[in-house]
């Protein structure tokens, strides 16, 4: 009878245990698309218009196995800047959503054949798994031509590494083992 208990309070106590270890999202995901800017001079655009179509060009990490997918875009601009957008950018995949919320823009390089702006983020997974991720992003056009560019790559890096629980964990396993020797007490 005591071995049941026993048995019973242990298990109880490691069903409490969780690990509460941040779950980041890693790696990196790159896109490609069209774009229709405020001006067809890459040195004097300021922001987005319209996106056409735009799909996952690579992906790596949590985004292993994305490429190819759609992906659904909003207009933002740079001079001056309309961060923080939330969703700039939103696809699905397996049944999770993944997005990109602009948080701010870090710096702008501009000339005729080129552009480049780059900031950072938040992505994030649906699904329970990850957590909001802190992330470095660029958008960049080159126009060699310098004339009108219709398409842009987007690239994202995971800017974090995991974040230690502060010893929520430790605390956890010192409330289960001190709850099995209170029932060891009580049946012995």
Avoid: C, H
Wanted: aromatic letters at 10%.
């Amino acid at each position: 009878m005591k071995t049941k208990y026993l048995l019973a309070a242990a298990t109880a106590a490691l069903l409490t245990i969780s690990s509460v270890q941040a779950v980041q999202i890693t790696g990196t995901i790159r896109m490609a698309g069209s774009v229709t800017l405020n001006t067809t001079d890459l040195s004097t655009a300021d922001n987005t218009t319209a996106f056409g179509v735009v799909f996952v060009t690579t992906g790596d990490g949590s985004y292993t196995g994305t490429a190819g997918n759609l992906v659904t875009w909003k207009n933002f601009g740079w001079n001056p800047s309309t961060a923080p957008v939330n969703d700039l950018w939103k696809f699905t995949y397996l049944g999770n959503a993944y997005t990109f919320d602009l948080a701010n823009i870090t710096s702008v390089s501009q000339s005729v054949t080129d552009l480049v702006v780059k900031g950072k983020g938040t992505v994030e997974i649906s699904g329970g798994f990850y957590d909001p991720t802190f992330a470095d992003w660029s958008f960049s056009i080159t126009d060699t031509s310098g004339g009108t560019s219709g398409s842009f790559v987007f690239g994202f890096s995971d800017s974090n590494t995991a974040i230690p629980d502060g010893g929520t964990t430790v605390m956890l396993l010192g409330a289960a083992l001190s709850t099995l020797g209170l029932i060891r007490r009580k049946i012995a």
